[in-house]
């Protein structure tokens, strides 16, 4: 039992381990289970998302990670509040934690301004954009809904243009100095566009 268990502790499948000892996948598991391996400390900074799974006839697990170490800390079953609520009480250094990245779900908002007071919320960067993305193809959407048919037809192609990463001969040539100032302008565009 000892040797599975250390085999365990190796990045591989339970069959992989299974068919090395002799024993059964679901043995492997079942030893598996009734190993303790503790909660580590929180560090400074943690990331929380959810991914689609199936554990406990939950739709969404929840994975903890440490972002600044690219180290995986913990799944959960559930990423709902009453159960991350009793699982983060249960450390006691957060109040070191310094940072708490999630994406915009009110619940890990909830949760970092309960049990982690001292850190600061961020938003992770792929939410972010992606709420950017939305809004401006909203106002984008509803630019093209004033237009004449013979203008809403090249405006629903520029959509890709819109979407573009950021060309830095396009800026040069209209005189734009940096990414802040190109998202004014693309902005400022649009705007003028609905009040026209």
Request: glycine share 4%; proline share 3%.
């Amino acid at each position: 039992i000892l040797y599975v268990i250390d085999k365990l502790r190796s990045p591989v499948s339970f069959t992989y381990i299974a068919n090395e000892v002799g024993l059964s996948v679901s043995t492997v598991i079942r030893i598996f289970d009734y190993v303790s391996y503790g909660k580590p400390e929180l560090p400074k900074a943690i990331a929380i998302d959810e991914f689609k799974g199936n554990t406990g006839g939950e739709k969404y697990n929840c994975i903890i990670t440490d972002p600044v170490n690219r180290r995986v800390l913990d799944i959960l079953p559930k990423r709902k509040y009453p159960y991350l609520s009793t699982y983060f009480r249960s450390f006691n250094n957060r109040n070191d934690v310094v940072l708490f990245v999630s994406d915009m779900w009110k619940t890990y908002a909830d949760i970092s301004k309960t049990f982690f007071k001292k850190a600061d919320l961020v938003i992770d960067k792929y939410h972010w954009i992606r709420q950017v993305m939305w809004a401006f193809d909203s106002v984008r959407k509803d630019v093209q809904k004033n237009l004449g048919s013979e203008y809403r037809k090249y405006f629903k192609r520029s959509r890709k243009i819109l979407f573009k990463r950021f060309n830095e001969d396009l800026m040069t040539f209209l005189n734009i100095k940096s990414k802040k100032s190109w998202l004014c302008f693309l902005f400022h565009q649009t705007y003028t566009l609905l009040i026209s």
